[in-house]
T-cell receptor
């Protein structure tokens, strides 16, 4: 069964450094997402991406964050200058968006990247 | 999207049915009920969704009350691997956004 994959599984970085988290969505999917989960807290939406542009973003997704689909398979999340509070699990998800019906458009999640900012 | 209310935790004996309730009393006619689960900090896993009819797949059954104000996710024969946090989410048909809003969910502990 096709799966969303994410690399690396764990990233440790120093505060102020740039990090890039990578995701390979399911191959025929058109809609891509990033969510994050700070330890012990809820899963929070960051951004969605469709047709090579950001579709929605939350208040968390400020100017320090950016997303890109650099080629036909990868989807990346970049954090320009990491802060301690960026430490979290970051989940990529994708969906096929059949018939443009968002309510029945099931999102499939990857296993996550644990980002630790020291 | 409508708000959901779930008990924070539940226990279930291995091999028995796990019935996880969700209250969504403000649900509107076009909102779907979705269930996801998260096993120990792994990525959320899709389980099932429905609008008004009961649904069943290889993982679970979803029972939605006639007035649609509540639903129950049923895992017919819970195993230890079903220990997870289960999230009930409602989503509006053709809403402008496509994000999922996760609440606190129900932490299901399946015990031997």
């Amino acid at each position: 069964e096709p799966e969303v994959t994410q690399t690396p599984s764990h990233q440790v970085t120093q505060m102020g450094q740039e990090v890039i988290l990578r995701c390979v969505p399911i191959s025929n999917h058109l809609y891509f997402y990033w969510y994050r989960q700070i330890l012990g807290q809820k899963v929070e939406f960051l951004v969605s991406f469709y047709n090579n542009e950001i579709s929605e973003k939350s208040e968390i997704f400020d100017d320090q964050f950016s997303v890109e689909r650099p080629d036909g398979s990868n989807f990346t999340l970049k954090i320009r200058s990491t802060k301690l509070e960026d430490s979290a699990m970051y989940f990529c998800a994708s969906s096929v968006l059949k018939n443009r019906d968002r309510a029945t458009d099931t999102q499939y999640f990857g296993p996550g990247t644990r980002l630790t900012v020291l | 999207d409508a708000k959901t209310t779930q008990p924070p935790s539940m226990d279930c004996a291995e091999g028995r049915a796990a019935n996880l309730p969700c209250n969504h009393s403000t649900i509107s006619g076009n909102e779907y009920v979705y269930w996801y689960r998260q096993i120990h900090s792994q990525g959320p896993q899709y389980i099932i969704h429905g609008l008004k009819n009961n649904e069943t797949n290889e993982m679970a059954s979803l029972i939605i009350t006639e007035d649609r104000k509540s639903s129950t996710l049923i895992l017919p024969h819970a195993t230890l691997r079903d220990t997870a946090v289960y999230y009930c989410i409602v989503r509006l048909y053709n809403n402008a956004g496509n994000m999922l809003t996760f609440g606190g969910g129900t932490r299901l502990m399946v015990k031997p």
